[in-house]
């Protein structure tokens, strides 16, 4: 039995194809929320039209729903490339000087986000020890929450990072990523 040794680069390859699919994934989940979002309310409204109750929890839902979603499917948008970009510094300089620049604003932003998963990390791990609940109708640990938190900055600083390789790999200033309308 022959094993074969993958080059760094093939491994990063690697490592980048999952993480590109656990992307995909949280992205459509964030998409099925929507989409319950979108059924959910409607419905609700039927419900309470012909006075046959009402899903009381329902609005409590969507906003936990809108926090995870935006938040599990913030990676996947920042690889489409379909985020808010103002580039007019990047698009006057040239080519190779706006290459080092997209890398340097990566590393600063990929920095940025270990901050925020540190933080995070912090605050779901004092809301476990602690047991808070929020104050609604629908009580979620406090501590779920500051988890999506938390574990999505950490996706986002791991794509930066990632953005910084294709770009240097790629010769492109935007991670070697075609901007997309879209998820």
Known sequence: MTMTVQSMP????????GFNRLNLALA???AILIGLITVLIPLNLVLVSLRWGSMWWLYEAVEYALYVGVFIGAPRVLHLGAHVRVDVLVSALPPAVAIRLEQAVDAFAALLCLTLCYYGTRA??????????PDKDLR???????TVFAASFLLLAIEFLFRIRRASRTGDDDGGIPVSPGL
Not at 124 to 133: M, R, V, W
Not at 140 to 146: R, V
């Open 140 to 146: 979620i640990d406090n501590w779920y929450m500051l």
């Open 28 to 30: 459509a989940v964030a």
């Open 10 to 17: 093939q491994c990063l390859d690697t490592v980048e194809n």
């Open 124 to 133: 779901a791990l004092s809301e476990f020890d602690y047991g808070t609940l």
